[in-house]
């Protein structure tokens, strides 16, 4: 894939050095090719010899006049103070200097990715959901269990966190009937009516192909997860009349964008012939038990039933399974197991207890040691996309 250019006009030089060694050890590597310059004239000259820029990131002074020299080229302003929505120059676009490095590649693809005039083509997936023609597809995973009450939504937000302030380009998605990820996103507020979900699955619905300014439009931006989310269906009704071809459409359609890394399907617990549907075309699904006897058993028969069920509506689902235990000790996590994880191809994984979880006066996302345990998570997932990416 060729890579995205970028130009970073900045005097400091010594901010360009850090930028550019950052990029170059990054996830960003991968997509992004950097190009430093300390003066307007520098990168004027760079352009008229030929080549070719995508972006340009400038501070103040020399972003209004590279911005009448860039033709067709969005520039970025980098500014010395958070944005505020008002500036002196005819700029739109805004990125705060001294924010995480991290932080600042995430706001700048997501600049890039919603600019005037950039189209995205999409093409048939290996599996099943769409991705960007000629560039490395959207991973998705889906969170599931057998059983309900086990933490998946926990265990979600994690994944979804840990990408984030990985660097990744990650969305979470709440599949569940009743979605309560208000509680995390710290307030109780009810999405604006035409956001979300519900758009997403009327325009999948129709049949209509879902663009990037309509994707953009339902979708939001968690500051704490360092990721987009997609609001939930404003009438459960939508959610409760889902189809098998609805959750695929809808999880096609934001994998389709080429606006992320990796989707987090945050789904219910059961094994519906809808959810099945979505399950079969996923890249990995993380299955979600705690040490509880009823639990424990529902998820061992759901594992004995795949394997059993391999020609028909299950198909290899058990191959792309990695059983997580959530919460407890490694001694208990051994002893939830049991048999099951013969029944994988993949070993178990396990998350921390976090006992002030218990109070709700605590974050939810405050814990270092369970977003550490997602982290590895997500590496392991990612490090087996770029497998699977190889062999594809």
Same mark, same amino acid.
């Given at each position: 894939?060729?890579?995205?250019?970028l130009?970073?006009?900045?005097?400091?030089?010594?901010?360009?050095?850090?930028?550019?060694?950052?990029?170059?050890?990054?996830?960003?590597?991968?997509?992004?090719?950097?190009?430093?310059?300390?003066?307007?004239?520098?990168?004027?000259?760079?352009?008229?010899?030929? !080549?070719?820029?995508?972006?340009?990131?400038a501070?103040?002074? !020399?972003?209004?006049?590279l911005?009448?020299?860039?033709?067709?080229?969005?520039?970025?302003?980098?500014?010395?103070r958070?944005?505020?929505?008002?500036?002196?120059?005819?700029?739109?676009?805004?990125?705060?200097?001294?924010?995480?490095?991290?932080?600042?590649?995430?706001?700048?693809?997501?600049?890039?990715?919603?600019?005037?005039?950039?189209?995205?083509?999409?093409?048939?997936?290996?599996?099943?959901?769409?991705?960007?023609?000629?560039?490395?597809?959207?991973?998705?995973?889906?969170?599931?269990?057998?059983?309900?009450?086990?933490?998946?939504?926990?265990?979600?937000?994690?994944?979804?966190?840990?990408?984030?302030?990985?660097?990744?380009?990650?969305?979470?998605?709440?599949l569940?009937?009743?979605?309560?990820?208000?509680?995390?996103?710290?307030?109780?507020?009810?999405?604006?009516?035409?956001?979300?979900?519900?758009?997403?699955?009327?325009?999948v619905?129709?049949?209509?192909?879902?663009?990037r300014?309509?994707?953009?439009?339902?979708r939001?931006?968690?500051a704490?997860?360092?990721?987009?989310?997609?609001?939930? !269906?404003?009438?459960?009704?939508?959610?409760?009349?889902?189809?098998?071809?609805?959750?695929?459409?809808?999880?096609?359609?934001?994998?389709?964008?080429?606006?992320?890394?990796?989707?987090?399907?945050?789904?219910?617990?059961?094994?519906?012939?809808?959810?099945?549907?979505?399950?079969?075309?996923?890249?990995?699904?993380?299955e979600?038990?705690?040490?509880?006897?009823?639990?424990?058993?529902?998820?061992?028969?759901?594992?004995?039933?795949?394997?059993?069920?391999?020609?028909?509506?299950?198909?290899?689902?058990?191959?792309?399974?990695?059983?997580?235990?959530?919460?407890?000790?490694?001694?208990?996590?051994?002893?939830?197991?049991?048999?099951?994880?013969?029944?994988?191809?993949?070993?178990?994984?396990?998350?921390p207890?976090?006992?002030?979880?218990?109070?709700?006066?605590?974050?939810?996302?405050?814990?270092?040691?369970?977003?550490?345990?997602?982290?590895?998570?997500?590496?392991?997932?990612?490090?087996?996309?770029?497998?699977r990416?190889?062999?594809?």
């Open positions: 894939m060729n890579k995205l250019q130009a970073v006009a900045v005097k400091e030089k010594e901010y360009l050095r850090r930028l550019a060694d950052y990029i170059r050890g990054s996830v960003y590597a991968a997509r992004w090719q950097i190009t430093a310059f300390t003066s307007v004239n520098s990168c004027k000259q760079y352009m008229k010899q030929g !080549f070719s820029i995508d972006i340009i990131v501070e103040r002074e !020399f972003a209004e006049e911005r009448h020299s860039a033709q067709g080229v969005q520039v970025v302003l980098l500014s010395d958070p944005a505020s929505g008002e500036g002196e120059l005819e700029l739109k676009l805004e990125l705060y200097r001294y924010q995480a490095l991290p932080q600042l590649m995430n706001a700048l693809e997501r600049i890039y990715i919603d600019g005037a005039g950039i189209e995205r083509s999409v093409s048939l997936a290996p599996n099943g959901l769409r991705g960007l023609a000629g560039t490395e597809r959207t991973l998705v995973a889906a969170v599931h269990s057998a059983a309900g009450g086990v933490g998946k939504t926990t265990v979600a937000l994690h994944l979804a966190a840990a990408a984030g302030a990985a660097g990744m380009r990650a969305c979470y998605v709440n569940e009937c009743w979605d309560t990820t208000r509680v995390w996103f710290g307030d109780g507020r009810r999405e604006e009516a035409g956001a979300g979900l519900s758009d997403l699955l009327y325009l619905k129709s049949g209509n192909a879902v663009t300014e309509q994707l953009k439009s339902s939001r931006y968690n704490v997860l360092k990721c987009d989310y997609m609001p939930g !269906f404003a009438n459960p009704e939508d959610r409760l009349t889902l189809g098998g071809e609805d959750y695929v459409g809808l999880a096609a359609a934001i994998s389709s964008s080429g606006g992320y890394d990796l989707l987090v399907l945050d789904m219910d617990a059961g094994w519906s012939e809808a959810e099945v549907s979505l399950l079969r075309k996923v890249d990995l699904v993380y979600v038990v705690r040490n509880d006897r009823s639990v424990i058993d529902k998820q061992r028969q759901a594992m004995s039933y795949f394997r059993q069920d391999s020609e028909g509506r299950c198909g290899d689902l058990w191959k792309r399974c990695l059983l997580v235990c959530n919460g407890g000790s490694r001694a208990v996590e051994a002893d939830a197991f049991g048999g099951m994880t013969g029944l994988l191809k993949e070993s178990s994984a396990w998350l207890e976090v006992p002030e979880w218990r109070s709700q006066g605590c974050s939810p996302l405050a814990s270092s040691s369970y977003l550490a345990a997602a982290s590895l998570l997500v590496k392991r997932f990612m490090s087996e996309g770029d497998r990416r190889a062999a594809g």
